[in-house]
């Protein structure tokens, strides 16, 4: 293993240039990232390497907020007609993250700065899209049909970001943009919308049943692309499959808890809970804690904010006392399920058991 001393030595004898020693160091120190220092067998996870990062989150809020206020000065009594100057606010905007992202993403390789710096990258082309595009008299009166474009072509942009930077959350930001889009589009199709909380309280039935179903098993697939070729997970690749679970999994369960839940009775609920026991297994052989904790806690938020019954209440209690014992004894069971998998299942691709 090449040391820090070792990179000095070769600096003072002119091998290498200082640049380059810092560009190893900072190649290594992105490898390992999350996964240094956790124990065999666990998950890796990382929202910041250090209070820095979280002061440096600070500073894009309160300068993206400046920006914005100093646009409001700048426009004076034009700021009703924002839509004329939609154009250029989004370029300028644009340009300046993308510029911050050159520096704290690509040569700083942070990471809270680099998730902060994406969601304002996608919300700045998610304003600029649809104020340019889309037609607000339209939208006034709740007919959103002309919204689902202006949005996927922000989806793209967001696209175009992450291929640029490879930040690893903005992969679950092109996720959540196709559903938005793909749900605005099915719900502007019916008309005229009633109320905008309609988009959010995805129906068990109808096109949202089949936009959550197909787009989540896409969702999924391509969050296994990007594991099965990092199975021992030391690259961005695992992080980006670690955020394309989270979305998959609350859309594959979106109809069946739905369905379920709304029945409120004891059968149901054990329905729910076998479903939720093919979840687990499926999360165990992929080694995906978050998979299965993004699907448990999608169930959890829809008893306690859309169904209100004991049969709900008690399905919450039970996930509980399933999620202790699974976090207890996760290796274990992952071991012996690994040895019940039949042989067509590419295990060579997946992590490794640590029993």
């Known amino acids: 293993m090449i040391e820090h001393d070792d990179l000095k030595a070769a600096v003072g004898s002119g091998l290498i240039n200082e640049k380059q020693a810092a560009d190893l160091i900072s190649l290594s120190d992105s490898r390992r990232g999350a996964r240094e220092n956790l124990n065999p067998g666990d998950e890796p996870f990382e929202l910041f390497k250090g209070f820095n990062e979280i002061f440096i989150v600070i500073g894009l809020l309160i300068l993206s907020t400046g920006w914005w206020g100093v646009v409001a000065l ?8 924002l839509q004329d100057y939609a154009l250029w606010v989004t370029l300028i905007g644009a340009g300046f993250l993308w510029l911050l992202s050159e520096y704290f993403v690509r040569k700083r ?3 809270a700065p680099a998730i902060a710096l994406s969601v304002m990258f ?7 899209f649809t104020a340019v595009i889309s037609e607000p008299f339209m939208v006034a009166q709740n007919d959103y049909s ?7 072509l922000a989806t793209l942009a967001t696209l175009f970001y992450w291929w640029r ?16 889009v793909a749900v605005v589009y099915a719900a502007s199709r019916a008309g005229p919308v009633d109320d905008l909380s309609e988009f959010f309280l995805l129906s068990a039935g109808g096109p949202f049943a089949w936009i959550t179903l197909v787009l989540g098993l896409l969702v999924f697939a391509v969050a296994m692309a990007f594991d099965m070729s990092d199975p021992h997970r030391v690259t961005r690749r695992s992080a980006n499959g670690f955020w394309l ?18 029945q409120d009775n004891n059968g149901s609920n054990m329905i729910l809970l076998a479903v939720l026991a093919l979840f687990a297994v499926v999360a165990i052989v992929i080694d995906r804690r978050s998979f299965l904790i993004a699907a448990i806690g999608y169930i959890v938020a829809l008893a306690a904010t859309v169904f209100d019954g004991d049969g709900a209440a008690l399905t919450v209690l039970v996930l509980g006392i399933v999620l202790l014992l699974l976090g207890a004894f996760w290796e274990r069971i992952r071991a012996r399920i690994l040895r019940l998998m039949p042989g067509f299942i590419p295990l060579h691709r997946l992590p490794p058991s640590q029993v």
């Open 109 to 111: 390789r942070m990471v």
């Open 245 to 262: 679970h989270v979305v998959a999994a609350p859309a594959l369960v979106n109809t069946v808890a739905l369905s379920l839940l709304d």
């Open 146 to 152: 002309s919204v689902p474009f202006p949005l996927l």
């Open 122 to 128: 996608a919300a700045n082309a998610a304003f600029g």
């Open 165 to 180: 930077f490879r930040v690893p959350f903005a992969m679950a930001m092109i996720a959540v943009g196709l559903f938005i």
């Open 74 to 81: 700048a426009l004076g009594d034009e700021i009703i007609n």
